[in-house]
């Protein structure tokens, strides 16, 4: 019984029923143009709306392709597009892509696949004609591991004539951590005493001669630890240096070559072809671990070649020059991708540790020594000189990895990685992945495309 009111004055046609049209002020309904959720709240469109990702569908021009999964960067005020290499990139440098529409055709979906060894026990020591004071287990692991060691009296005459000279350490740092960790206790001392009176003539088992030697030396502890510490020293500080050279070279490749530029020009405009019409197209960048998705799509039977090999098809037409030097000026990554930076902070910790308790010990022979005290000057004037040099080495070499893990955070985010994404490891694992598939794709007939 109640029909329509009439138009205002000065209206045309009525306005549509409820539910019809677009309601007032609120512009296109849903479902036109951008996709329900996706387009900008009410009051945020017009002049001065802020950046928003990449939601819209992009235009499609062309038949529909296969789609590329990669992992789009949404850049805005908090993820500045202007401090990453996507800035850097020319979106439409490549535009011959007809090959793909040939080639990568939506189909149906791609569907990726997803007696214990007898030890030979030796033979139990029978109560024979040597002193033991050791238990069986470490008597036998002490035999086992000194075997690479000096004659007892050579390695007491070795420990003896130690001034902090690390050249004048004969043995490996593994050698001497091992003494340090089978260095005689204060009872083991003093069994061995008793031993010697109650059964003298009776010569030491083989582990027992180099713990009594050992005990022997005056100040035996701390010469031990100040010895295994600068033994070791040498080579934890330059692996590390080294490791550290290997990251920065790394990084430096990636961040400067041309050549991966024009690779990841190259790539994007491919990847925004392939997805164009959805969400995922009309990128301006990637995520690093989607370089290697681009493997995951292949052409239809029978040859099923990857979309990466296409992509590196068109690097080579686009920038022949440049296709040639990718793996000469990406090869320091292959360095780089050995180092696990968490793993030589803790190695380089444990260092600074060991000569910490080196230093503590020195210092507490050196104070507890008269004046007089034949071994006071050596202990005061250079085995502990030499140990806090070492220290402070230590410090250093713990302080260049912090800056070259900054410096690989700061690589990181250049290639669009939000903070804590990867490790630095995992970082150039990525790199070196990408590059051995490609590798692999510049040896093929790349004609054929």
């Known amino acids: 019984g109640k029909g329509l009111p009439p138009a205002p004055p000065g209206k045309g046609a009525p306005p549509p029923p409820p539910g019809k049209g677009a309601p ?35 235009a499609l021009v062309g038949p529909r392709l296969r789609p590329l999964f990669w992992s789009v960067i949404a850049f805005g005020t908090r993820f500045p597009k202007e401090k990453t290499v996507w800035n850097e990139i020319d979106t439409g440098a490549v535009t011959r892509l007809g090959e793909l529409e040939d080639c990568f055709k939506a189909a149906e979906p791609v569907v990726i696949a997803g007696g214990k060894a007898g030890a030979r026990t030796a033979a139990a020591d029978p109560e024979t004609r040597f002193k033991k004071i050791l238990d069986p287990a470490r008597s036998q692991r002490i035999a086992i591991s000194f075997r690479s060691l000096p004659q007892p009296k050579e390695l007491k005459r070795l420990l003896n004539s130690f001034t902090g000279d690390p050249a004048q350490i004969p043995l490996g740092a593994e050698q001497v951590q ?42 035996f502890e701390a010469r031990l630890r100040a010895w295994g510490f600068l033994a070791g020293l040498g080579e934890a500080t330059g692996d590390s240096a080294g490791r550290v050279e290997k990251v920065r070279q790394g990084l430096r490749a990636v961040e400067t070559s041309p050549a991966l530029k024009a690779f990841l020009t190259t790539a994007l405009a491919v990847g925004n072809r392939m997805n164009a019409g959805s969400t995922r197209g009309g990128a301006e960048g ?85 004046p007089e005290a034949p071994t006071r000057a050596l202990m005061v004037e250079a085995i502990y000189p030499a140990v806090r040099r070492g220290v402070e080495r230590a410090k250093r070499a713990i302080a260049e990895i ?41 040896g093929l007939d790349l004609a054929s495309w």
């Open 24 to 58: 007032p002020g609120k512009g296109a309904p849903p479902g036109k143009g951008a996709p329900p959720g996706k387009g900008a709240p009410p009051g945020k469109t017009g002049p001065g709306a802020a950046p928003r990702s990449k939601a819209k569908a992009s």
């Open 178 to 219: 091992m003494l340090v960790a089978e260095m005689p206790t204060p009872d083991m001392i003093e069994s061995m005493r008793k031993a010697e009176k109650e059964r003298r003539g009776v010569p030491w088992d083989r582990p027992e001669q180099y713990l009594r030697e050992i005990a022997s030396v005056p100040h």
């Open 286 to 370: 990637f995520a690093l671990e989607s370089l290697v998705k681009f493997d995951d799509v292949k052409t239809g039977p029978p040859q099923r070649r990857s979309l990466l090999h296409y992509v590196v098809f068109c690097f080579h037409r686009d920038y022949p020059k440049l296709a040639g030097a990718l793996q000469q000026e990406l090869a320091a990554v292959a360095g780089a991708k050995t180092v696990c930076l968490k793993e030589a902070v803790k190695e380089a910790e444990g260092v600074l540790e060991h000569g910490t308790t080196a230093m503590q010990a020195v210092g507490s022979v050196a104070k507890r020594l008269k």
């Open 402 to 442: 912090g800056e070259v893990e900054e410096s690989y955070k700061r690589c990181a985010q250049y290639f669009g990685m939000r903070p804590g994404a990867a490790t630095c490891l995992e970082f150039f694992v990525l790199w070196d992945n990408f590059l051995t598939v490609v590798a692999g794709y510049q």
